[in-house]
């Protein structure tokens, strides 16, 4: 079997043997100003022959109206993924082929990025047809209505297909029902029929503003050329900086299940809560070693790992989070420019056999109330700490990723991230991180969502509560039968149970 520690230090050695400097966001020297343009401008400079662009707008899914949730991904996809006044769609793409550059745009809860890499020699003509883009979209009808039946069909087809983003997107829903975060970035199928393409014009013209804009520029970029892109984009109308102000999460009582039938082999079981912080609390640092310690997204040397994978065989994944994590079936590291002011803590356990979804689930509890219970000892924190330390100097390799983490950083109001992880975590004790676990990380009220072939039977499995032993093909390890024999009692006890069809799942 794979030992342990041997996956931590083979982590934490990638991670030290960067080439000096590389990773760092300190060094070269940035600029981080408002200039005569009205305009935050974020600059990167480097010896790269790539010039990375990053635009992001103060204006996310918590500003869609009611009743017309999805119409800013809407907007940012006729934004992206439409022509302009000068010519179509295709025309754009033709135009864009040549440079081997295309313009990549996301949504989420409170902003929304533009973005595009491009070589330093074609970067004056790449850097016009952004212009052209951003500041003349066509809005035309045809693209509006393939641009909607795209969204549609992503929610229809895409999310409900994907038992890993359906449960991420479903579990969010439920820990952030009522606030702004919780519909998705995307709508449902019943507001996107509902959104008109006057109401994308009116969203384009009130959010699409210099005061709402920071401009990102890394790179071997001409000495000038992000001030000379700033004045550019400073035609745009001026707007007013108002952050949307957010309610807390609402808070969870008990134990929530909610069971969405759907016609799978396997089963998905999500769980969590709201977090009262983010990055830029001092707390934040303190927990990343407990989540680290727990299990971070697609490494092998977590605890959920070592014992729900390594030891049982339960599934393929057991990871953890206490930040959202964008896209997880196509991304390795945390990905930059999805900041939000309000987080969750979350445990994801997929594949996993029918029958054995009621002892993964309990299995998963029984490492969260272990940590929450124990804690962590003086050699387990520093073992962690210089993993993370030396880890995370990979999660921001090219210069559009240094990019977009000092974006973010700017958004929370911080010192550069990256750097910040270093400087905390060289003092954090486990005293520290001990009292973080205590007072953040809750075992007892939780929301989880399970996505299940027979959930009608799963609901009365987890009604009765009743033991739930696993077997084995082969002899399991003592001790793992030992541990087992505790994990199959452990009372789940749900306080709700609601089961959904997948065919009502994001209808309205």
């Not at 001026?238 to 089963?267: C, D, F, H, M, Y």
């Not at 939000?340 to 996993?352: D, G, K």
């Not at 977009?404 to 975590?425: N, Q, R, T, V």
Request: hydrophobic share 40%; aromatic share 8%.
């Amino acid at each position: 079997m794979t030992d342990r520690r041997s996956l931590i230090a083979a982590l934490a050695l990638a991670g030290a043997l960067a080439a000096p400097g590389a990773f760092a966001q300190s060094a070269p020297p940035q600029k981080q100003a408002q200039g005569s343009s009205g305009i935050d401008l974020v600059t990167l400079p480097s010896e790269s022959p790539l010039v990375a662009i990053r635009l992001l707008f103060d204006v996310g899914s918590i500003h869609d109206p009611a009743g017309k949730e999805g119409l800013a991904a809407l907007t940012a996809f006729m934004v992206s993924q439409g022509g302009t006044q000068k010519r179509s769609y295709s025309e754009l793409l033709d135009a864009l082929y040549p440079m081997a550059a295309s313009l990549g745009g996301n949504v989420d809860r409170e902003v929304t990025l533009f973005t595009g890499t491009v070589h330093r020699e074609t970067l004056a003509d790449y850097a016009k047809l952004l212009q052209e883009a951003l500041l003349q979209p066509a809005f035309a009808p045809a693209d509006f209505e393939r641009n909607r039946e795209q969204l549609v069909t992503y929610l229809t087809n895409s999310l409900r297909s994907s038992d890993e983003l359906l449960s991420l997107e479903l579990l969010q829903g439920e820990i952030f029902k009522g606030h702004p975060y919780g519909h998705p970035t995307e709508g449902t199928v019943e507001s996107l029929r509902g959104i008109t393409l006057d109401d994308v014009k009116t969203f384009y013209r009130e959010h699409y503003t210099r005061a709402n804009l920071m401009l990102g520029v890394a790179g071997g970029y001409p000495q000038g050329f992000p001030d000379e892109l700033a004045r550019a984009f400073s035609a745009l109308p001026a707007g007013q900086k108002e952050q949307k102000a957010l309610p807390p999460a609402p808070k969870i009582e008990g134990r929530n299940v909610t069971l969405v039938e759907k016609e799978t082999s396997s089963v998905a079981i999500t769980l969590g809560h709201a977090l009262p912080i983010n990055r830029s609390h001092p707390d934040y640092y303190p927990l990343m070693v407990a989540n680290s310690y727990l299990g971070e997204h697609r490494t092998m040397y977590g605890r959920l790992m070592e014992q729900l994978r390594l030891q049982r065989g339960l599934n393929y994944g057991d990871y953890s989070y206490i930040e959202y994590w964008y896209y997880p079936p196509g991304t390795d590291y945390p990905t930059a420019n999805v900041p939000r002011r309000q987080q969750y803590f979350s445990i994801w356990i997929r594949p996993v056999a029918p029958g054995d979804a009621q002892f993964a689930l309990r299995a998963a509890l029984s490492e969260l109330r272990r940590l929450h219970d124990q804690g962590m000892t003086k050699d387990e924190v520093d073992t962690v700490r210089t993993l993370l330390i030396n880890y995370s100097k990979l999660w921001a390799q090219s210069p559009s990723d240094r990019l977009g983490y000092l974006m973010d950083s700017k958004f929370y109001g911080m010192p550069p991230y990256i750097d910040e992880i270093e400087a905390h975590l060289k003092k954090v004790t486990a005293e520290q991180v001990n009292a973080a676990i205590k007072k953040y990380l809750d075992p007892d009220d939780w929301d989880v969502v399970m996505i299940a072939n027979n959930a009608r039977q799963l609901a009365e499995t987890l009604r009765s509560d009743a033991p739930s032993p696993k077997t084995y093909n082969s002899q399991a390890p003592a001790q793992v039968l030992a541990e087992d024999k505790a994990i199959q009692v452990l009372p789940v006890k749900p306080t709700s149970i609601e089961i959904v069809p997948i065919d009502q799942v994001f209808q309205k």
